[in-house]
Each structure stands twice: as C-alpha cells, then as structure tokens.
C-alpha cells in the first residue's frame, strides 16, 4: 500500500507565485524524500529530509516536516514554467528493510506563464 | 556523461511474448532498483539489487525476472506471466542500498503489450 499520499492531487498557479504541497504518511520513518518528474521521464531527487529535522531549504525549494502530525510540505517559492511537472514524496520507513522507498501518487503542479 | 541509460524508449509486443528492459549505469554504485509505474499512481518497486550476483523481490515481483551478472547492468524481463505487462517502466541506482541514500533515475521505457 502507498505510504505517503499528495495533497492536493493537481495544482495549477499563475509564473510567480508559490506553489505548496502536502505529504501525509501512515507509519515512523527515517527519512522523507521530495522527487519531481517532468512528463514521459524519469524521477529527479530534490531534497531528503531526515525524521530529526524540521525544516530544510535547497534554493527555491523549502521542505517541511512534522512527525507528530505524521506529515510533510514542500514550498516552491516565486515559481516559472519550467516548474511544471508532478512531485512525489517517498518514505523510508524506519525498521524493517531499509532499502525500500515508498511513493505516493503525486501532485501535478502547473504553473502557467 | 554520469548517469543510467535505459532502452529502448518505447517498446511494443504482442501478447504471450517475454521481451527484455535494458538498465546501464556508470555512476559505479552498488545498489540498483526496478519499479513501475502506472498512469496517474506512484512507483511500486519490482526488483532490487544490492551488489553483483545478487538481487531480491520488491512489491509486485510476479511476472517478472532480473540478472545482476555486471555492476553496470541490471536488465529486467517482463514474462508472458505478468498479466497486465504495459506500464512505464523506470530503473534507479543508488550509492549503495538503503533508504538513507538519493536514487538516481532514468529516462523510463514505455511497454505496450497487445
């Protein structure tokens, strides 16, 4: 079954503006990973944000997380074109094998020129 | 350049036939990984491999095969077994296994089976 679920399912924003999306998951984890995949190609990591942090920066991007409340956000600031793409979050869940990633079904952020 | 080469880019056969994805990679990490994806889902992980000689089953392995004979290469097999074979599919790398490290992605092949 999915761990980490995207909310909302499709975003469509106007060049400039911030674009945010939610991650929720079920279980502990270890770790927390942002991808973006662009159509028809592969994943491209973004950022991995570790269960002991809060609060990560990488450029534009801004990642969130709140174990408590078993979710996370990612925050692209004053967004372009070219940001257009779907974004995953992926678990790695703590115990058990830690080999396995874990990917929701995505959000699809279009960001209109 | 770095990276993972998957062929071909699209790919059709007919029905009952076996047909084989090709997964290179010359970032020299040990760990590589098979996952498919379906329109509008996530990645569900088929296979992985952690070193040469070596491989295990992921999430939804039936139907499929892997070899792991060469640390570059990681071809996978869809088999006349695997009773709904068209997806995308996308090979990934990693330094080394465990979710602690990035996973390096490529293109993908998309599989029609008809």
């Known amino acids: 079954s999915q761990q980490g679920e995207e909310d909302p399912q499709a975003l469509s924003i106007q060049e400039g503006e911030n674009a945010t999306m939610n991650c929720s998951y079920k279980t502990s984890i270890n770790n927390l990973q942002w991808y973006r995949q662009n159509s028809g190609r592969g994943l491209v990591h973004l950022i991995l944000i570790r269960s002991n942090e809060r609060e990560k920066h990488s450029g534009r991007l801004r990642v969130t997380l709140d174990t408590s409340k078993k979710s996370s956000s990612l925050l692209i600031t004053a967004s372009r074109a070219a940001d257009t793409a779907s974004y995953f979050c992926?678990?790695?869940?703590?115990?058990?094998?830690?080999?396995?990633?874990?990917f929701g079904k995505g959000t699809l952020l279009t960001v209109n020129p | 350049d770095g990276g993972i080469t998957q062929s071909p880019k699209y790919l059709f056969r007919k029905e009952g036939q076996n047909v084989t994805l090709s997964c290179e990679q010359n970032l020299n990490h040990d760990a590589m990984y098979w996952y498919r994806q379906d329109p509008g889902q996530g990645l569900r992980l088929i296979y992985y491999s952690q070193i040469v000689n070596d491989f295990q089953k992921g999430d939804i392995a039936e139907g499929y095969s892997v070899s792991r004979e060469k640390k570059e290469s990681f071809p996978l097999t869809v088999t006349s077994a695997q009773k709904n074979p068209t997806a995308f599919y996308l090979c990934a790398s990693s330094m080394t296994a465990g979710s602690s490290y990035e996973q390096y992605f490529g293109p993908g092949t998309r599989l029609t089976v008809t």
């Open positions: 992926a678990t790695a869940n703590s115990g058990g094998s830690n080999y396995k990633l874990t």
